[in-house]
């Protein structure tokens, strides 16, 4: 897998502690600080520089940096480049003469359930997705005109892209989004058993007016959809 996201922290055993209490998998505890819930790899950044987002890792990074300047602001940093899509969220392009590699097979869902992809919102989701495709994603559903649509790159990395004012909820980019079907509301007591902050309930989409969508963030601010669909 050549695909990370990224998660600042102030506070790394505090950020550890998070998802071991949400049973992800902690493949390393620092240097770089990794963990799984056996579909993502989340990297814990504690360097104050670090900002949530995504990183990829390819050995050479230049072709594609010449198509992604005609359409955003490329940085030069360590190791490779840095830029963002109309969202706001960063991307990080990491160079790396060797595929870094994980054996995610065998590993259980975290406790936050059926991991679907990123979700972002973003002002222009054509100028979006144009910076997207370079980076090597292609398009699985939804369409520009429904106010929508999903890419999925190699790594199988889905990122849903959102058009404004179509989430009625707080949203914080990028997000992990869980779905979960009819299961949603016995994870979300096991989130509540664990002792996670819920940092959003939400019963917008409930007739009843049951809280059946929740939003928690890690304690670098990373936010997580915790949905029923």
């Known amino acids: 897998m050549n695909t990370f996201l990224q998660t600042p ?36 950044n504690p360097d104050r520089f670090a900002r949530a987002g995504i990183k990829f890792y390819k050995n050479n990074w230049s072709t594609k940096i010449e198509l992604l300047k005609k359409l955003t602001k ?19 392009l990491l160079e790396s003469n060797s595929s870094i590699k994980f054996n995610l097979d065998g590993i ?12 972002i919102e973003t002002t222009d989701i054509q100028k979006s997705i144009e910076v997207w495709e370079i980076l090597g994603f292609s398009k699985t559903m939804g369409s520009v005109d429904l106010g929508w649509i999903a890419y999925e790159n190699n790594d199988k990395m889905n990122v849903n892209f959102m058009q404004p004012n179509s989430c ?14 009819k299961n949603n509301l016995s994870i979300i007591a096991k989130i509540r058993e664990a002792g996670i902050p819920i940092t959003e309930e939400i019963t917008h989409f409930n ?16 936010g997580f959809f915790i949905f029923s669909d």
Do not use: C
């Open 9 to 44: 922290t102030n506070n790394l055993r505090h950020s550890l502690d998070f998802y071991k209490k949400l049973n992800f998998k902690i493949l390393s505890s620092e240097s770089p600080a990794l963990v799984t819930d056996g579909k993502a790899i989340i990297e814990i």
């Open 74 to 92: 490329v940085s030069t940093i360590d190791n490779g480049y840095l830029l963002s899509d109309n969202s706001g969220v960063w991307i990080y």
């Open 108 to 119: 259980k869902n975290s406790t936050l359930g059926n991991f679907t992809g990123l979700s």
């Open 168 to 181: 009625p909820h707080l949203f914080f980019n990028p997000s992990m989004t869980y779905f979960n079907g």
């Open 207 to 222: 007739k009843e007016n049951i809280v059946d969508n929740i939003i928690i963030r890690d304690p670098g601010g990373y």
